[in-house]
């Protein structure tokens, strides 16, 4: 099972919105709506932010957001923070009934 | 306080066994899917294994498949990863994370298994 593609870095300013995307295919991102995506501090364990596409866990910002077209998943945040500076990975359930996930995006707050 | 806590980790010859286990305090696991992902220092992270509330369910990353065994006892709160066979790029962190059939939504902090002779 190959990884999912993600962009290796991105960045934006304060304030700013900026989109991560998660492609796969239709074995796994475009075939379930099972795509959750986890921020990851340096030296922290990751940190569930979505679950099923769209679902923010409690306690999540509602800042952040998920959404998927076809085999493409992403994960939008808006008014960005300087604590939102962190790697994303996004996971996705398979047709072969495992997980995959991202190879992750640094996100860089400028 | 609330946490999944790892233990076993350790530096193994290539071709040995080791054990890893995860304790939760603090919190309740048996109703819950479990997870064991893992992560290369400086590197992304890679889903291992799962295993259901009841253990009578199972799966696998391919590269690991045949050699690992994810189990757990939810009498003592706990879930243990089975490692055998283990070859340099089974050097990485190991997380355990307790949450659905396809998310993590807890995560202990890691242990760190290190392959070399």
Known sequence: QSALAQPASVSGSPGQSITISCTGTSSDVGGYNYVSWYQQHPGKAPKLMISDVTKRPSGVSNRFSGSKSGNTASLTISGLQAEDEADYYCTSYTNNNTLVFGGGTKLTVL | ?117
């Open chain 2, 1 to 117: 306080d609330v946490q999944l806590v790892e233990s076993g980790g350790g530096l193994v010859q290539p071709g040995g066994s080791l054990r890893l286990s995860c304790a939760a305090s603090g919190v309740t696991v048996s109703n819950y899917w479990m997870h064991w992902v893992r992560q290369v220092p400086g590197k992304g992270l890679v889903w291992v294994a799962r295993i259901n509330s009841d253990g009578t369910t199972t799966s696998y990353a391919d590269s690991v498949k045949g050699r690992f065994t994810i189990s757990r006892d939810n009498a003592k709160n706990t879930l243990s990863l089975q490692m055998n066979s283990l070859g340099a790029d089974d050097t990485a962190v190991y997380y355990c994370a307790r949450g659905s059939s396809t998310s993590c939504s807890f995560w202990g902090q890691g242990t760190l298994v290190t392959v070399s002779s």
